[in-house]
């Protein structure tokens, strides 16, 4: 097996960014969800005032995963928390170490920059990724709900401001 390398991505990784994230959406059965372009997530994630953070995993020179995180804060702890937004390793590197180095490297980054805690969100569904996680020492948080507020129902939200 090929050694596996984690980098930090580049702008010009925008492509690989934005190719895994729709392989990432069609295992999900999310495709109809995915609108972002490369010229977004070049501005979001590159542009001046950066929104989150990707890491590439390659084979070679053929990238084989991806995972994508930001900061959030927790007020209970008092400290800046890392949030996993994605974490995708393709199809024919699934079961090889791929995604337990991928949230490795994730969870060291987090410790280097003292943050109180890591979090995700996982769907239901998908019982492979929860075994995994809690293989990796996760807790799922079966009492926590995931909240969203999109499109109309977002600007329905801030009329009421």
């Known amino acids: 097996?090929?050694?596996?390398?984690?980098?930090?991505?580049?702008?010009?990784?925008?492509p690989i960014i934005l190719r895994m994230i729709k392989?990432?959406?069609?295992y999900e059965q999310l495709t109809h969800e995915v609108v972002a372009t490369e010229d977004d997530l070049r501005q979001s994630?590159?542009?001046?005032r950066p929104a989150g953070e990707v890491?590439?995993?390659y084979a070679g020179d053929t990238p084989i995963g991806f995972?994508?995180?930001?900061h959030n804060f927790s007020t209970f702890l008092g400290r800046h928390g890392l949030y996993l937004e994605d974490l995708f390793v393709v199809p024919e590197w699934r079961?090889?170490?791929?995604g337990k180095q991928l949230l490795a490297h994730i969870a060291s980054i987090a410790e280097s920059r003292n943050c109180g805690?890591?979090?995700?969100?996982?769907?239901?569904w998908n019982e492979s990724a929860i075994a995994f996680y809690r293989r990796m020492g996760a807790h799922v948080?079966?009492?926590?709900?995931?909240?969203?507020?999109?499109?109309?129902?977002?600007?329905?939200?801030?009329?009421?401001?």
């Not at 994630?45 to 001046?48: A, D, H, V």
């Not at 995931?146 to 977002?154: I, N, P, S």
């Open 23 to 26: 392989a990432l959406a069609e």
């Open 45 to 48: 994630l590159f542009g001046p």
């Open 141 to 161: 948080l079966d009492e926590w709900r995931l909240c969203r507020l999109t499109g109309h129902e977002l600007r329905a939200a801030a009329t009421r401001a």
């Open 1 to 14: 097996m090929a050694s596996i390398r984690i980098v930090p991505a580049q702008a010009a990784d925008v």
């Open 67 to 70: 995972a994508l995180f930001f």
């Open 55 to 57: 890491v590439l995993a």
């Open 95 to 98: 079961g090889k170490g791929v």
């Open 117 to 124: 805690r890591m979090e995700w969100a996982v769907l239901d």
